[in-house]
C-alpha cells in the first residue's frame, strides 16, 4: 500500500531553516507528481509547493515562493522541501501528498514551529 513518511521538522528562529523530507513506497515514485501542503492551527490545510514527475517542473504558493525549494530523488523515493528564511507564519504541520489509485495520500505530517 502508499506509505509516505514525512521528517526533518523542527523549531527554528526567524529567518532560519530547514530541510523536509517525505520518503515514499508502495507505487512507481518516479512515474507521479509529488507535491507539499501544511496546516497551522486553526486553519485549512494548504498547498506549498509541487514537482513534476522527473522533476522537470515546479510550482509553488506565492506566500513560499523564493524562500522554500522543492526536489525529489527518484531513486531514492525521496521529495523534499528547502525551507530558507522561515518566519512565524510558516509555522505549521508540513505533509507530502500524491495522487494515486485516484484518491490522495498523505502522510502523517512533520511539524515545524518558528519563534523568537
Known amino acids: 500500500q502508499v506509505q509516505l513518511v514525512e521528517s526533518g521538522g523542527g523549531s527554528v528562529q526567524p529567518g532560519g531553516s530547514l530541510r523536509l523530507s517525505c520518503i515514499a513506497s508502495?507505487?512507481?515514485?518516479?512515474?507521479?507528481?509529488m507535491t507539499w501542503y501544511r496546516q497551522a492551527p486553526g486553519k485549512e490545510r494548504e498547498f506549498v509547493a509541487g514537482i513534476t514527475s522527473v522533476g522537470e517542473n515546479t510550482n509553488y504558493a506565492d506566500t513560499v515562493k523564493g524562500r522554500f525549494t522543492i526536489s525529489r530523488d527518484n531513486a531514492k523515493n525521496t521529495v523534499y522541501l528547502e525551507m530558507n528564511s522561515l518566519k512565524p507564519e510558516d509555522t505549521a504541520v508540513y505533509y507530502c501528498?500524491?495522487?494515486?489509485?485516484?484518491?490522495?495520500?498523505w502522510g502523517q505530517g512533520t511539524q515545524v514551529t518558528v519563534s523568537p
Open positions: 501528498r500524491v495522487i494515486y489509485g485516484s484518491r490522495a495520500h
Open positions: 508502495g507505487f512507481i515514485f518516479s512515474n507521479y507528481m
